[in-house]
């Protein structure tokens, strides 16, 4: 099975991988959202995200982001 919203770290992964340069905390959850639902392996309800599961998704790719600067 795919992606859903609750697979918050393999999203904020793919998201840093699509968007290495975008800081996370810059980005406005319309847009958050969007892309989380363009991404290939999402297979979710896009109606089924709330404010919660974004900044879940949110945080765990600024943990990447993060990370790869050192």
């Not at 406005?28 to 974004?54: G, M, P, Q, Y």
């Amino acid at each position: 099975m795919g992606l859903t919203w609750q697979d918050a770290e393999e999203i904020g992964i793919q998201l840093f991988e699509k968007f290495p340069q975008t800081d996370p905390l810059g980005v406005r959850f319309t847009d958050l959202h969007r892309w989380v639902t363009e991404l290939d392996e999402f297979e979710d309800d896009a109606k089924k995200s709330n404010e919660k599961i974004l900044e879940a998704i949110q945080m765990a790719w600024l943990e990447e982001y993060r990370d790869a600067r050192g």
